[in-house]
């Protein structure tokens, strides 16, 4: 080779080594495989685990409960939670008050036009306690 070929060869070949670099560079933070998505990655793991760790600690309360409900281990004001409230049962000295009345004397302390109040003894009197709450 003459040296003419061999003096065009060095930037040429500098300058191939500054693309191949770059390009590399590039590709290590940007690609499929690259740093950025390493970093999301990792974020993303981290949630998850947050997740799994909320969904386990949930798991063992329900797996506690369910075991109170045990014939051999059977708790019973668990019990008598369960009956009363899936058959909406009181006892003579309690009041029941369900979840949707609640909400409808909220609706009805909270209205800005004067509701009718219902004709119940109990149900105005709870209506007009959760008037007076929500005033103070």
């Not at 191949?20 to 740093?35: I, K, Q, R």
């Not at 036009?113 to 209506?127: F, K, S």
Request: net charge negative.
């Amino acid at each position: 080779m003459s040296l003419s070929v061999v003096g065009f060869l060095q930037p040429v070949a500098a300058a191939f080594l500054v693309v191949t670099t770059g390009y590399n560079a590039l590709l290590t933070v940007n690609s499929d495989e690259g740093l950025i998505v390493a970093e999301r990655l990792e974020a993303d793991i981290a949630a998850r685990r947050d997740h799994l760790a909320a969904l386990q600690s949930q798991k063992t309360a329900l797996e506690e409960r369910t075991d109170r409900l045990r014939e051999d281990r059977l708790d019973k004001d668990l019990l008598d939670e369960k009956v009363r409230s899936v058959l909406g049962l009181a006892r003579p000295d309690e009041y029941l008050v369900r979840m949707e009345d609640l909400d409808r004397l909220a609706a009805l302390a909270t209205d800005e036009e004067a509701a009718p109040l219902p004709e119940d003894p109990l149900t105005r009197l709870a209506a007009l306690s959760l008037a007076a709450a929500t005033v103070r």
